[in-house]
């Protein structure tokens, strides 16, 4: 760990958000858009700094809980939204750039309360990782002007958890976040009903004390994916999980040997022409 070139990273996003003045942050409270929150709070003060929560079909209800006690905790002003992710034209078709329907549906949302309550730019927590993957959401931020600080100062997921954990934070080691539509299978409809199973087999996963998790849907095979040093404890499990997850609506359900991989999904976009 180079906690010397954090710190240089972070006062190169200071910079960066002190020239923004006054901004509005997409705000999921996972690992890097809680971050940024926090430096943005210490370093524009609290008047200048506005977190919104899209409350959507997509994003589990545990996790806009968490959003609010975020918030309260690190005292930062915090707004919550209503959308529909399945309202949005082209979403629930869920091809290769949902993503990018998504993201455009959000900050056409926001755009309005920037105006509305005098704030200069939006942002969300894009970092250097995700520069290069399969991300449509990109590609819909650099068309609606919203600006990611932390790519903007060469920040990774490492350096946040890192500094993070020296600023108090709980999230620093917090599992990776990813809307409940990334687990289905690109091609197939995305409806409510899949997503609230999804949610509903993750959480009762979890249950038995495993942080990391996906159950990616594949018709009506659950894959579920947990980290290699969780599966001995998933399998410990394996009866009552199986036998949960058929009554929850899956006719066959696997755990997948590879073990959790962020954006397992876009493999399936191999040898297909997507946009970037």
Request: proline residues 3%; hydrophobic residues 35%.
């Amino acid at each position: 760990m180079d906690i010397h070139n954090s710190l240089v990273k972070e006062e190169k996003l200071k910079e960066i958000l002190i020239e923004m003045e006054r901004i509005i942050i997409a705000f999921s409270g996972g690992v890097d858009s809680t971050y940024l929150l926090k430096v943005a709070l210490d370093t524009l003060g609290k008047e200048n700094v506005l977190a919104i929560t899209a409350d959507s079909e997509s994003f589990p209800p545990s996790e806009l809980k968490e959003t609010i006690r975020i918030a309260k905790e690190i005292d930062a002003p915090h707004q919550i939204i209503k959308m529909s992710e399945l309202a949005i034209p082209g979403y629930t078709e869920n091809d290769s750039n949902r993503c990018y329907y998504c993201k455009k549906g959000l900050f056409e949302n926001l755009y309005p309360i920037m105006a509305e309550k005098g704030y200069y730019n939006l942002t969300y927590g894009l970092i250097k990782d995700d520069l290069g993957e399969h991300r449509p959401g990109v590609k819909a931020a650099m068309e609606k002007d919203v600006r990611g600080p932390l790519a903007e100062a060469d920040i990774t997921k490492e350096d946040i958890r890192i500094r993070s954990k020296e600023l108090g934070l709980d999230t620093w080691d917090k599992p990776s976040l990813a809307c409940l539509s990334s687990r289905i299978a690109y091609g197939e409809k995305i409806t409510i009903e899949k997503l609230r199973k999804v949610d509903e087999a993750e959480q009762y996963i979890k249950s038995f004390g495993i942080k990391q998790v996906r159950v990616r849907v594949h018709n009506e095979i659950a894959r579920i994916e947990v980290d290699p040093s969780d599966m001995q404890l998933l399998l410990k499990y394996n009866v009552l999980v199986s036998e949960q997850l058929k009554l929850i609506g899956y006719k066959y359900v696997a755990l997948d040997l590879t073990g959790y991989k962020s954006g397992s999904m876009n493999q399936m976009l191999k040898g297909i022409t997507v946009e970037a």
